[in-house]
């Protein structure tokens, strides 16, 4: 049964309906070759724009190592300025406040008297919150710089795109008028 099924749809089928050169507007062989070569132009383009564009996840990558190394490569020096103080100034106070808190752990470990551990305990643990929520900080505009660094590197690709369809900018006059192309 499913041998003749095949068998019925592959007779509804016709290669000049399939192939008809006329459903895209190509009456004359100067039209086809007319789209061919608008084919091979847009194909030097993209290859162009792919040779400058750049990688997303690479960015993202380099955004993750070193703060603001993602918007830097993309060309956007102040986001790029602005990502890796933030994220030094919070990771840096979080590390700070973390030792305090643990030098006044070593104390609390040590002490001996009812008032004196109930002190030094509270020392220590108000600093130990305040690293954690500098921490904390810290993973958010991590995050977010990872979101900003694809942003960022969308926008810088679509300038490049945009500058290399400036330079294929092509007019040229024709018997029949002006033709724009790029």
């Known amino acids: 049964l499913t041998v003749l099924s095949i068998n019925i749809y592959a007779k509804d089928f016709n290669i000049m309906d399939f192939s008809r050169p006329d459903k895209y507007g190509w009456n004359t062989f100067e039209k086809r070759q ?9 194909q030097k383009l993209l290859q162009l724009y792919e040779m400058e564009k750049q990688d997303i996840v690479g960015n993202v990558m380099k ?4 703060p603001g190394w993602g918007q830097y490569h993309a060309k956007d020096y102040s986001k790029g300025q602005v990502f ?35 002190r030094l305990y509270n020392d ?29 590197t969308n926008k810088y690709n679509a ?22 192309r790029f």
């Open 124 to 152: 220590a643990s108000r600093p130990y919150r305040f690293a954690q929520t500098f921490f904390g900080a810290y993973l958010a505009i991590l995050v977010y710089n990872c979101y900003d660094s694809i942003d960022t």
């Open 63 to 66: 955004s993750v190592i070193i």
């Open 84 to 118: 890796l103080g933030l994220e030094t100034v919070m990771l840096l106070t979080s590390y700070y406040l973390y030792e305090q808190s643990m030098n006044k752990y070593d104390r609390y470990k040590h002490a001996t008297q009812i008032d004196e551990i109930h």
């Open 34 to 42: 007319k789209a061919v070569n608008d084919l091979a132009n847009r």
């Open 159 to 180: 300038k490049i795109w945009e500058k290399i369809e400036k330079k294929s900018l092509d007019i040229s006059i024709t018997p029949t008028g002006l033709t724009l």
